[in-house]
């Protein structure tokens, strides 16, 4: 089983990203504006340069 890690994204370093089965981002508050969609993306760059992003739509007002 893996270990479950949370922790606030801007505190996440290079070794809790290894070997990630699923990543959930959990948001401590709300943005200002709600009324519209927001799009978040994540990228994560190897050793070996290539890079890797996933983006999302999150509707924060439901």
């Given at each position: ?52 992003t ?9």
């Amino acid at each position: 089983m893996l270990e479950i890690k949370t922790k606030a994204l801007e505190d996440v370093i290079p070794n809790d990203l290894t070997m990630l089965a699923r990543l959930n981002l959990y948001f401590t508050k709300n943005p200002s504006k709600l009324d519209k969609p927001h799009n978040i993306s994540v990228s994560i760059s190897t050793d070996d340069g290539r890079t890797f992003t996933a983006s999302c739509t999150m509707n924060f007002n439901q």
